[in-house]
């Protein structure tokens, strides 16, 4: 499978994650479901992961530090997440976490030594203005608790991306997606102990068991693998800059599923937010190619050339 079309899949399913989130928490506390998904993502994975030395791979001491941190990273971004969506909306939610281009930007600025140029804070202001609209209009009702801890997971997941560049060359997606989700079991697992051990809520019903296993097939297992099936053979920024497509398709299945009706502000929000942040991308890349050396896309080159 090409690089741009796992990508294109993935943005696809990651538009469903803040609907079956939310889904979830009808039935699980957050960090639970969280877990219980991964789990079932390692078993989905696991025929795979018995083949070729993947394991001997996942533990050895050269990779298993950074997949730890990986899995630490996104494990505990992806609680915060679903744990925001009993106080928010999908829309909401898909919307708010836009603010991760200004991570990317900034730790790319980090690495790169370079600063902000005028463009890139004037995207950025964008960005924000997207988000601070949402977030004044939602200072009235409980939605703002939910917005709130949403603007705060994107960094957790940008690191995680990073750390996934500094993997041997020629790892493949399946030991990546494998080694994230083992680790990630086991960096929540002290935090679902003090779950457990504070009313965590639990059920064995057949719906919960079905959103459960949406969560551990489509999230946690062949989202992975189609994530790195892009980003290990392609700039993170440019599929950055691809997958922040995903909040216009959630907020037409949260629309189409009736699961909310799409508020003026939601649609002005996630235009004004999504304008920038693809602005912000498309700077971001051109300075990670000119750190290369390598000379920009000129307008008219395909994917495939790119």
Known sequence: MQPLTAL???????????????????????CLFAAAGLLIGLAVMSPWMLQEGRWRLVISREVAPTLFAMGLFSGVATVIYISAMAYTTPANGSIMAQIEV??????????????????????????????????????SSPRWKGDLMILAT???????????????????????????????????????????????RWSWSAPALAILLAQGVGMSSINFILWYKAILRMDLAKATAIILAYPALTVLFSWALGQETIQPVQLLGLVVTLSGALWMSKLVLAAQKKAHGEAPVLPGETAAEI
Do not use: N
Not at 107 to 133: K, R
């Open 102 to 139: 200004l991570y990317s930007a900034g730790l790319c600025a980090y690495f790169l030594g370079e600063a902000l140029s005028l463009q890139q804070s004037l995207a950025s202001l964008l960005v924000v203005a997207g988000t601070g609209l949402i977030m004044f209009h939602d200072l």
């Open 154 to 200: 994107p960094w957790m997941y940008q690191a995680s991306h990073i750390f996934s560049k500094r993997l041997p060359k020629g790892i493949d997606p399946i030991t990546v997606s494998g080694g994230r989700v083992f680790y990630g079991i086991i960096a929540l697992t002290p935090f679902c102990l003090w779950d457990l051990a504070h009313g965590a």
């Open 8 to 30: 294109l899949l993935d943005t696809a399913l990651t538009a469903l994650w803040p609907l079956i989130g939310k889904a979830g928490l009808a039935h699980y506390s957050g």
